[in-house]
């Protein structure tokens, strides 16, 4: 099992940035990839982005496409989201999500260990 454990969210303009850490512990060398999910008020959780935790490869939802960067650092067992050119409708709980099965990147289901989530509000 993955231990996940999210940071940096908080309030911000919309224009605005910032940026998330999940950092991973546990059995993190069973770790085939990671995700960052979201879920708004009232809607149900949607992915945003995924990232390759050996290659570094990366896919978006087509919402974040552009504005959103997700990258990792293994030495430091942490996978981050960038978040730029934010939007209200960008306001959410984020959650990153690992995956310990060699599933195709653009498979956005399968997802076996989730973090406890850190909210973003990007105020108008």
């Known amino acids: 099992q993955v231990q996940l454990v999210e940071s940096g969210g908080g309030l911000v303009q919309a224009g605005g940035s910032l940026r998330l850490s999940c950092a991973a512990s546990?059995?993190?060398?069973?770790?085939?990839?990671m995700g960052w999910f979201r879920q708004a008020p009232g809607k149900e959780r949607e992915f945003v982005a995924a990232?390759?935790?050996?290659?570094?490869?990366?896919y978006y939802a087509d919402s974040v496409k552009g504005r959103f960067t997700i990258t990792r650092d293994n030495a430091k067992n942490t996978v981050y989201l960038h978040l730029a050119s934010l939007k209200p409708e960008d306001t959410a709980i984020y959650y990153c999500?690992?995956?310990?099965?060699?599933?195709?990147?653009?498979?956005?289901?399968?997802?076996?260990?989730w973090g406890q989530g850190t909210q973003v509000t990007v105020s108008s």
């Open positions: 999500a690992a995956r310990r099965r060699p599933v195709p990147l653009v498979t956005t289901t399968g997802y076996d260990d």
């Open positions: 546990g059995r993190t060398f069973s770790i085939y990839a």
């Open positions: 990232i390759s935790w050996s290659a570094g490869g990366t």
